[in-house]
């Protein structure tokens, strides 16, 4: 089954604690990103990445590093979470993009709380 | 101003009728363009992209663009109360491949 995985689903930690939430992907994707979504705010993307060694900067990236060192996975650390990073977090991926449209399959969420 | 621009609703129409949702960006540069629907406590799901000007149909839903006005719409024909959601309006802009989604608009079927 064709599917992005992400784990925890469920996270509580504590101000400054290193965390990482793990993405994967079994459709060969070359594009995968991460959003967070908070209530009136909408999804924000965080970072994307075109490919393995190649990421950027989305809207929010202060706070947050990405690496995708393997195709299928594109984890996301948080060095030293805020309570304003707590919020509900979304991977995503696509097919190259091209010139057109391209859909983006997401993960079921992490819901992330940081006290 | 924001990039990408929703109404948050609710839009409440009666099931059977046509829901119109509506979407502004500000980027001139914007070149593609996304509807996705999100049900409560759930993820995004793509339900239609277009990237040329005027409509696009599949099955109940229609996508209509216009760059000059800089708006993008969707239409959902008979209305069902599964389509009760946010629906999320999202653009990329040519020479970057950032999504910019707006904040949603929460439509309601009423049975």
């Known amino acids: 089954e064709a599917q992005v995985t992400q784990n925890p689903r469920y996270l509580i930690t504590v101000t400054g604690k290193k965390l990482t939430v793990t993405c994967s992907q079994n459709m060969n994707h070359e594009y995968m990103s991460w959003y967070r979504q908070d209530p009136g705010l909408g999804l924000r993307q965080i970072y994307y990445s075109m490919n393995v060694e190649v990421t950027d900067k989305g809207d929010v990236p202060e706070g947050y590093k990405v690496s995708r060192k393997e195709k299928r996975n594109f984890p996301l650390i948080l060095e030293s979470p805020s309570p304003n990073q707590t919020s509900l977090y979304f991977c995503?991926?696509?097919?190259?993009?091209?010139?057109?449209?391209?859909?983006?399959?997401f993960g079921p969420g992490t819901r992330l709380t940081v006290t | 101003q924001k990039e990408v621009e929703q109404n948050s609703g609710p839009l409440s129409v009666p099931e059977g009728a046509i829901a119109s949702l509506n979407c502004t960006y500000s980027d001139r540069g914007s070149q593609s363009f996304f509807w996705y629907r999100q049900y409560s406590g759930k993820s995004p799901e793509l339900i239609m992209f277009?990237?040329?000007?005027g409509d696009k149909e599949d099955g109940r839903f229609t996508a209509q663009l216009n760059k000059a006005s800089q708006y993008v719409s969707l239409l959902i024909r008979d209305s069902q109360p599964s389509d009760s959601a946010t629906y999320l309006c999202a653009v990329t802009t040519s020479g970057t491949y950032k999504y910019i989604f707006g904040t949603g608009t929460r439509l309601k079927v009423l049975a």
């Open positions: 995503a991926s696509s097919s190259y993009p091209g010139t057109g449209g391209f859909e983006q399959y």
């Open positions: 277009i990237y040329s000007n």
